[in-house]
């Protein structure tokens, strides 16, 4: 099964589980809970059940393409469901088995891995999936996202796709797997890895960075201002990448580090009030019954 | 009739910690639940797995006792007219209880005669009440962490799927969290079927083991030691048995399955520790040893896989470890470019708490405390002062080091492979070796440092620690000790203890708060000398617990700690000393207690003008006099034996035990309370040096006699 294969199963796999499938977010983003499909959906009352590929940044990740595993721009295969389904766990245990993997072949454990993002002041129970041993999914409950606890509480499960692929395929570099029938992964991504590894680690402006980072942040209290939370949220996503730059440079002491968390957190906490006081406004649309709740 | 019962929470799986504590109090609340039902039964067992907490309870009574209970109604001169006839309060009374007026019965108590039924409470049946308490028992089980899902508001460690509650071959009525109990479980994920019925308690274990579950923790723990045991003896090796990760894996898996993988013995060139520490720190992989106790190539991976499945997972187990290997080898060969002592720079700009500093900063402290407490101690050698000195400079270098940045590997490795850099750095081995172990003990039972260099650094390391974090309030409470204080502190009584380091504890704690920055900024600072008292307070605490576990019973600790103490060493040695003589020589240890009972008693509550000094002129008695020379003989003595370093105590007990016959003897002959103001105080004068002299043993009027 080929790179492009594996998506496109676990798209037609998550469909048939009420999933609509959207498509990736277009502002550069560390995971895929950052996405307003799942930061901001997560929120309120009303259900959700959305999947999707993300491409995710991780400038510090980068090792020039050449370490087999790391990258510092992946996917993330992202599914969310809210409330959590009963059946969840077998229902995701039906993915693998979409993917061609025969479970009984396997050893499958979830092992207590508890999710935190402080920037996002976003925290969840669940487990890292193992399969033989090698982590492929993250499996979280939500509890609190952006301040607010989660009610009903959303279930996430980020898969890593090139894993599993590797995995599926029985290689042990990322570069040879096989994206298409046609052509390999490292065909296709390895300079932009080498790149942007340079780029992220080497060449990146600081001095800009810092400026940037101050700009955004000033446009996402404009947007609270003018009440368009989905607006300032972009720009919450912005000062993170710029944060993220800025540490991949090594340009950070560690008291300044934790500062800009804490500036990314409190944003990321108004935006969350704010889109979820805006769907009340709407009388919470996607509820089956608003009135009932 | 007596019927067993069997209840079962299934859930998605639970955390490998909280198994074992969830099965004593799900134990401990249907013990007593069953006994406040009035329901005899026998022997309680639990059963944990990942997916199950399990309890079967044998001999449950299928039916409560009858039970007669006397209920008081209204006066009964409300009861009953003039005429002895009832009234409407009692006719209102006999009817809200279900009895008959003319079984009322009259009776006088404490508040006058009032009127009373005997209603009979018919015992209900087990099946009626059980529900009830299963709910209760499972809503208060309590972990350190919860949860909520769905759209339920009940907290639990991980979503409850399943529920089996039988009462001999029928189920209760129950219903937890949306779930209805019923009789059908679940089998292993993978092997067995899906949803086997159980049709009664008894067959529980063996339907579950038909169905790829060993739900028995005690015996899975057995067959993984015995699985892996032989893998490695196959081989002609054995297994590095780590107690704490069996534990974790037993509650990791449903069904064991052993797998012995292999890796490239180049990796063994990494630090031992490095090599261990990954194998068992993320992958829970158990590490396997030569005869002559050297690591191999080989790890084995405790699976819940099929067996069939072995080969496919084996070759899966390596490529995950081996990667991880790899990783720490870069960091460890990138982390060794660069010398130890080089970083210390780096130590400016990593905070070690907030408002207190930079590490480079505590490590300078470390510094000034080691030799505060090289120059307190008597017969720490120069050199030994000047090696924790050296160590404490570099003791916080490998803090930026990749090894110790990537989390789960630095947690276990910090100090351990700073030892191994600064070795290589060219640092004396002495120095490494300090810094290696400067974070022990870590926990109870284990070993304190070796050297003495790593002595005075663990125990500089563990109290700018505990007065760093009281001073900015941060003191454990209850359960909550996000710190790890109380371990920080039972540390420092374990060194000075076993190494027999004596030091004024206030000494310490005076200078390592002098050293301390003033905190900036933060909220919630304590004062100094708030600090300082809490932190003796602290100590004290801990030395309770600490010797406790030693089997001091915890009047003779509190004997010794209401005498005035700082000094570890030495309040431990009394309390061991009082230990063993109420043990040994219990007649010997009452003579004692009794010797110093009873001028303690009579001293403490009274009035004695300041300056009162024994005068032997006012003497009247012969007693009187022998005691008083008795005692000045005495203290000599004492004084002798606890000058020093090393002070005797088990003689100076013998010496004080001694006076015992006269101190009877005084207060068979002399009456000390007496109406004239000179004698008395003179007389409770001689009696408070007394008591003061056995003071300096303990404050024996805690001591619980026993049999009470």
Redesign the interface.
Known sequence: MNFQELIKTLDEYWADQGCHISQPYDVEVGAGTMTPDTFLRALGPEPWRVAYVQPSRRPTDGRYGEN??RMQRYFQYQVIMK????DI?DVY?GSLVALGIN??????????D?WEAPTLAAAG?G?EVW????EITQFT?F?QVGGLP????P?ELTYGPERLAM?VQGV?DYRALDWSDQIKYGEIRYEEERQFSSYNFDTADTEMLWQLFGMYEHETHACLEADLPLAAYDYVLKCSHAFNLLDARRAL???ER?AMILRIRKMACQVAERYVARREELGFPLLADPGAD | MAADLLYEIGI??I??DMVLPALEQLEQALGQGLSRLRLEHGEITTYGT?RRLAIVVEGVDERQDDRVEEVKGPPAQAAFDGDGNATQAALGFAQSRGVEVSELEVRSTDKGEFVFAQVSQPGKAAAEVLPGLLREATEGLTFR?T?????LDLRFA??I?WLVALLAGEVLDLEVAGVHAGRVTRGH???GSSAPEISSPDEYLSLLETNGVIADHRRRGEVIVAQAAELAAAQGHRLRINPDVLAEVNF??ECP?CIMGSFSPDYLKLPEEVVVTVLQGH?K?LAVEDEAGNLVPNFI?V????P??AE??R???E???V?RLDDARFYYEHDMRKPLRTRREELR???FLANLGSLYDKTQRLVEVVGWLAEHIADIPEQDAQIARQAAELAKCDQVTMMVSDGKLGEALQGIIGGYYACASGEPEEVAQAIAEQFRPQQPGDLIPVSPGGRLLSLADKIDQLVACFRLGKIPKGSADPYALRRQAAGIIEITVQSGYRFSLSGLIGRALQLLPQPEGAEGVLAVPEVAQRLKDFFGERLQAVWEQRGIDYDIGRAVLSTVWDDIADATARAELLAELRKSQPEVFNELVTAAERPARITRPAQIPEMAEVEATLFEHSTERQLADEFAAARQEIDVLLSGEAPDYGQAAEVMRGLLPTVHQYFEDVMVMVEDDVLRHNRLALLRSLDQLFLRLADFLEIVPSGE
């Open positions: 087999p595993y409330p959590s389904p009963d766990q245990l479970l009984s072949q396997h050893d499958i454990r979830f092992v207590e508890d129970v487990w399969l033989d041993g090698m409950y509890q989660c009610q009903p509480v279930v995995y042990d002491s560690v008291t934790g | 998605e799986e955390p490998a990942p962490k949860m909520r899902w769905g759209d991980r979503p799927r994920r993978i092997i990791l898996v399955l992958q992989a991976a699976t819940n896989a099929d069939a499945a496919t997972v070759e899966g187990w490529r995950v470890i990667p700009d990593v905070t």
